[in-house]
């Protein structure tokens, strides 16, 4: 028999860009829609063909492990309609580490090494909603990154990466963490959907913190693409930052005015609001 195929998702992290409401709701559990933010990355993970989660949770943040051990067919998109919770379950098994102290996405990662038991495996960062399957794009064997193009105002906002393409694949070998745009190395940043071979702990545990004083993903890839590659495949479609209000807001009226049942009703609603707040003459 083959290992369960293996994704892990942070989700221990402070959450500081939705304060206050972060201060008693962890920000995974918003909605995006009509479903908590974090269902989506989940059930990316789930489509890709993962059988097992890995769920790296603060000590306080027991409730977004309560809601995805409670998940059920509607809490994913409508082709699981009809399966039953032990059918899913069955499918997907869901279990918990804990990071003891948010000391950054590097160190998150690094609490699942053990769970992770030697076999390659994905991650996922659910602040990021994407409108189509983007971790089942990547190499599930190789250490591989999703990228996508950014404007050239917006590259000092991003990881860019540094290589070149070769047979449909960007391979990279350095990264750059918010370079002034005119210095940046390409127009392909970063996004929170990797896949990794256990290596990759190797750098994490050697990591020296980084920006806030934080163990940062960026900085461990950075060295180990300075003696592997990393493969980039790059995105094209919609995604959105959820871990800060407009983009959570923008990614739920987008998905309401893409809901069959709602969509005629939410763009009506955004009419009469835009009419309601019309820009006055003198502005
Ligand atoms: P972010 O930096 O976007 O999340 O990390 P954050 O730290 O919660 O948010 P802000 O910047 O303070 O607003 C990306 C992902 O990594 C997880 C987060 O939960 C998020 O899903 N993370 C981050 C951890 O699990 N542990 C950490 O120490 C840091």
Request: proline share 7%; hydrophobic share 40%.
């Amino acid at each position: 028999m083959t290992n369960p195929r293996v994704a892990v998702i942070p989700v221990a992290g402070k959450g500081t860009r939705w304060m206050p409401v972060t201060r008693n709701v962890p920000k995974e559990l918003l909605p995006v829609w009509r479903r908590t933010s974090a269902s989506y990355a989940f059930e990316e993970a789930v489509n890709a063909g993962f059988e097992e989660i890995i769920l790296v949770i603060s000590p306080e943040k027991h409730d977004v492990l309560d809601h995805f051990m409670r998940f059920d067919s509607s809490d994913l998109g409508p082709q699981y309609a009809g399966e039953s919770l032990s059918e899913l379950h069955h499918r997907v098994k869901v279990r918990a580490c804990i990071q003891e102290t948010p000391r950054g996405l590097g160190d998150a990662i690094l609490c699942a090494e053990q769970d992770v038991a030697g076999r390659p495996f994905g991650v996922l960062l659910p602040d990021e909603v994407l409108m189509t399957n983007g971790i089942a794009m990547l190499d599930p064997h190789t250490p591989s990154v999703l990228l996508m193009e950014v404007p050239f105002s917006q590259r000092s906002n991003y990881g860019i990466v540094k290589g070149e393409m070769v047979d449909g694949a960007f391979i990279i070998n350095d990264l750059v963490e918010k370079p002034e745009p005119a210095l940046a190395p390409s127009s392909l940043a970063v996004t929170g959907r990797y896949t990794f071979t256990p290596e990759i702990f190797d750098y994490l545990r050697t990591q020296q913190p980084g920006k806030g004083g934080e163990i940062q993903l960026t900085d461990a890839m950075r060295r180990y693409t300075q003696a592997h590659p990393i493969h980039g495949f790059i995105y094209r479609d919609v995604r959105y930052d959820a871990g800060q209000p407009l983009g959570l807001l923008t990614a739920s009226v987008d998905f309401a005015l893409r809901d069959k049942s709602y969509g005629s009703e939410v763009r009506q609603m955004i009419l009469t609001l835009l009419d309601q707040h019309k820009p006055s003459e003198t502005e």
